[in-house]
């Protein structure tokens, strides 16, 4: 939470995370690119580490991001409120 992004849900294989919530946030689309950008740092390390630990084909392991910046509309989200 060092830069203040916050868990929303996980959805599949998609983690959901926002930042400027509740409060409006500026920068909100550069700090989210800063954590897009470290989530993929971590997950080169891992990779390269499973892949010394676990063998061959590790590396094979892929990590993709995405973002959005606009309004939030809070809805029911799986059945649930």
């Given at each position: 939470?060092?830069?203040?992004?916050?868990?929303?849900?996980?959805?599949g294989?998609?983690y959901?995370a926002?930042?400027?919530?509740p409060?409006k946030?500026?920068?909100?689309?550069?700090v989210m690119a800063?954590?897009?950008t470290?989530?993929?740092r971590?997950?080169?390390i891992l990779?390269?580490n499973?892949?010394v630990e676990?063998?061959?084909?590790?590396s094979?392991?892929?990590?993709?991001?995405g973002?959005?910046?606009?309004?939030v509309?809070?809805g029911v989200l799986r059945?649930?409120?």
């Amino acid at each position: 939470t060092k830069l203040k992004v916050f868990k929303v849900e996980t959805v599949g294989d998609c983690y959901v995370a926002v930042c400027g919530l509740p409060e409006k946030r500026d920068q909100h689309a550069v700090v989210m690119a800063r954590f897009a950008t470290a989530c993929l740092r971590s997950f080169k390390i891992l990779v390269k580490n499973l892949d010394v630990e676990l063998g061959p084909g590790t590396s094979d392991l892929r990590l993709r991001t995405g973002l959005h910046s606009g309004p939030v509309t809070a809805g029911v989200l799986r059945g649930e409120r």
